[in-house]
């Protein structure tokens, strides 16, 4: 692997850590969801990197650090309809997670069926 490729990872790493952790911290689902069908989309849409591997890496971070909080019992806190709100989150709470997944794929596979187009209609 060249240190080109290693490097193109980079930002698709980022984003995916910064989603995982901010998810930690709010607890409105349609954001963490959109999130992960927008960058999902456009570093697949963008970039020339497989678009199931940028699936992983924009939306794995979403249940590990959930996973990781449920199991280090780590006291969080946010705001919640207004209000700063504190919270442990629980295993059955933190494995609903995993969910977002499934968005991450959404988003990288609708950003690969675009790139196939775009390319093969020029």
């Not at 349609?30 to 970039?47: C, D, E, H, R, S």
């Not at 199931?52 to 019992?73: D, E, W, Y």
């Not at 991450?104 to 609708?110: K, V, Y």
């Amino acid at each position: 692997m060249t240190r080109l490729n290693i490097l193109s990872w980079l930002p698709v790493l980022a984003v995916g850590a910064l989603i995982g952790w901010a998810d930690l911290h709010q607890t409105d689902t349609p954001v963490t969801a959109g999130l992960l069908l927008l960058f999902g989309f456009a570093f697949t849409a963008g970039t020339r990197l497989p678009w199931f591997g940028i699936a992983i890496a924009v939306s794995l971070f979403v249940p590990a650090f959930n996973l990781t909080a449920a199991m280090l019992h780590w006291q969080l806190s946010g705001v919640e309809h207004g209000q700063i709100a504190s919270w442990t989150p629980s295993l059955s709470q933190a494995s609903g997670s995993f969910l977002a997944m499934l968005f991450g794929i959404a988003g990288a596979g609708s950003g690969a069926a675009i790139r196939k187009w775009l390319s093969s209609s020029g």
